[in-house]
């Protein structure tokens, strides 16, 4: 028996023809919906990137417990376990955030492994002097500024990291076509920002001759573009999705001229969505995480179900993906694994679970059961208490730093950290969900999440679902005191939260502040961030408006940065407020 698993990141469902896009051009995709079982109700768990990740090799939910992360030491890894049992593990990825930091211990649970450099600003190609882009509407920051160096290498469709990365697949696939027992995991970064693909794909969406900036990664915050930028943002997406299409279509193409549908393992996947304008959003993680982003796509093609052009209804999420592995292989999964195998889903549609949990680090923790989604917000502005708990001290792309580990504690372990104490550190996160208020959705009537709901009999239910799958996870007592939530009785009426919180629910749904609303020369929509804070009085007024740049990790994130931009990452922040701002700045000039 042999397993392929082809991984995309930031896939958003309703942009597949599947699942009823309209106007996309992904044949391939239609192709594997045809030859595989599609879920319907399958939802990442902890996000972003790395977190889901975790989920794939550990089999549960670690958003509770620790933000961005390195596989732990105590972590089972499904790739490990397979590779101890006998089956060949490979890994061919253009992800960067493997040899980051912060993923620098997922690649060698695999027996062997290759990677593809020139992704999102990976720090690739060396050049001195300072980049100069086009003129773009993206941000400037040694991120894209990177990207631009990177894009130099790229001119050929023959060179992107995709395009690579699936080469390596397939020569694995022919290498080792008559052997048995292997798991093969294609791991393409596409179509995660920055949308850079082709003419051939982007002509078909108008974008091969297009004027004006060049607008294909937009930072994750409200939509402050006029109508006509949004549109081609959405439009650069889909010409890397149809390149991606095109990408899948070569892996299905080697299955059927080699006749591996009677003994092979097919399962196409993603990691999490990604919002093109949507609730009035770009991006994900400093918004709630919506059905777009949260909801994925899932195709599985089991040779000993042989199920093909059906669908499934039950609820299943990332957790479920190692389990899968390996129960597909005969292996039993550890204890401490969460995540249910899907050959019951895929035989008979038969659920493993009433419920799924999902968010990140330090802000909503959500949970639905398929058709009600409860995202349940800080019980306080200050959205405290909050800890990681590790012993791999890594952020994204640093090191903790000694200031963080000054503050650092060794405690007891949990339910799944096999006897060993961690580092207890205070945690942090780019916004607080306080703003957004806590937030209930039937997408039964309301798939567009349009409406959100105030119910107290249904917040009562869906609460105690959450609560019970806290619970089950071992999750850290501030967590319960952060949410407001019973850690031990039952969940009451006065653990509610949404009415009390419905005048943020309201607010934070009002339209953001747009660059049209001001002048062309405003300081709030034409000066970085990073040249304000220069002067100290300036410094002082930015974060009295924007407390999160008081953290300077934050403040380091949003140096690339406009004002009008760096408003559009908080939930509240409206014209009035940066109108006010913008006076405040000026006045500081005389």
């Not at 879920?39 to 768990?45: D, E, I, L, R």
């Not at 732990?72 to 593990?89: A, H, M, N, R």
Request: hydrophobic share 35%; charged share 25%; net charge negative.
């Amino acid at each position: 028996m042999r397993a392929i698993v082809v991984m995309f990141d930031s896939l958003n469902r309703k942009m597949l023809p599947p699942y009823g896009a309209e106007g996309v051009h992904a044949p391939n995709f239609e192709r594997l919906a045809r030859q595989t079982a599609m879920f319907n109700n399958c939802y990442a768990g902890s996000m972003p990137c790395m977190p889901a990740r975790r989920e794939m090799h550990t089999g549960r939910y670690n958003f509770l417990h620790r933000s961005w992360s390195p596989l732990e030491p105590f972590d089972d890894s499904v790739p490990e376990i397979l590779k101890g049992q006998g089956v060949y593990t490979h890994l061919v990825t253009d992800h960067q955030h493997y040899w980051e930091d912060g993923g620098a211990t997922y690649h060698n649970r695999f027996n062997t492994y290759e990677f593809f450099r020139g992704q999102e600003g990976d720090a690739w190609k060396g050049h001195v002097a300072k980049a100069i882009p086009p003129i773009t509407l993206n941000a400037d920051n040694q991120l894209t500024r990177q990207d631009w160096i990177n894009r130099q290498y790229l001119t050929n469709e023959a060179d992107h990291p995709q395009t690579r990365t699936f080469n390596a697949g397939l020569e694995f696939m022919q290498t080792n076509i008559d052997q048995d027992q292997w798991m093969l995991q294609i791991e393409c970064f596409d179509p995660h920002e920055p949308f850079f693909s082709y003419d051939e794909y982007r002509k078909r969406y108008g974008l091969e001759d297009a004027e004006g900036p060049v607008f294909d990664w937009p930072s994750y915050r409200r939509v402050i573009e006029e109508d006509d930028v949004v549109d081609r943002a959405r439009n650069e997406y889909l010409s890397l999705l149809s390149m991606c299409d095109q990408s899948l279509g070569r892996v299905m193409d080697f299955m059927d001229r080699n006749d591996m549908w009677d003994d092979t393992l097919l399962m196409v996947c993603t990691d999490h969505g990604f919002l093109l304008g949507e609730h009035g959003w770009w991006g994900k993680s400093v918004q709630p995480w919506y059905d777009e982003t949260i909801h994925t796509p899932l195709f599985i093609w089991d040779p000993r179900a042989k199920v093909a052009g059906e669908t499934r209804d039950s609820l299943v999420q990332t957790i479920d993906f190692g389990p899968t592995l390996l129960e597909f292989f005969g292996i039993d999964q550890t204890p401490d694994m969460q995540g249910k195998p899907l050959v019951s889903v895929l035989k008979k549609d038969e659920p493993v679970r009433e419920a799924a949990l999902f968010g990140i680090f330090g802000a909503h923790v959500n949970v639905t059961d398929g058709r009600y989604v409860y995202m349940r917000s800080c019980a306080s502005e200050g959205n405290e208490p909050l800890f990681d708990y590790t012993l791999m001290p890594t952020h994204m792309r640093s090191r903790f730093s000694v200031e963080e580990l000054r503050q650092a504690k060794l405690v007891d372990g949990f339910s799944f950290t096999k006897g060993v104490p961690l580092l207890q550190v205070p945690g942090w996160t780019m916004g607080s969900p306080y703003g957004f208020g806590t937030l209930l959705f039937d997408l039964e009537t309301d798939p567009h999440q349009e409406n959100p709901l105030n119910d107290e009999d249904l917040e009562l239910r869906m609460a105690t679902l959450l609560v019970g799958l806290m619970r089950a996870n071992d999750a850290p007592p501030e967590q319960y005191v952060r949410l407001g939530l019973p850690p031990t009785e039952p969940v009451g009426k006065q653990h509610l939260l949404i009415n009390q919180q419905w005048p943020q629910v309201q607010s934070s749904r009002e339209p953001a502040a747009r660059v049209p609303d001001f002048p062309a020369e405003s300081i709030v929509t034409t000066v970085p961030i990073a040249e304000l804070i220069k002067d100290e009085r300036r410094r002082r007024t930015l974060v009295e408006a924007i407390p999160t740049l008081g953290n300077e990790a934050a403040m380091a994130m949003f140096a690339g940065h406009t004002i009008l931009e760096a408003a559009a990452m908080t939930p509240n922040l409206r014209s009035p407020q940066i109108r006010k701002l913008e006076a405040e700045l000026a006045e500081t000039t005389k």
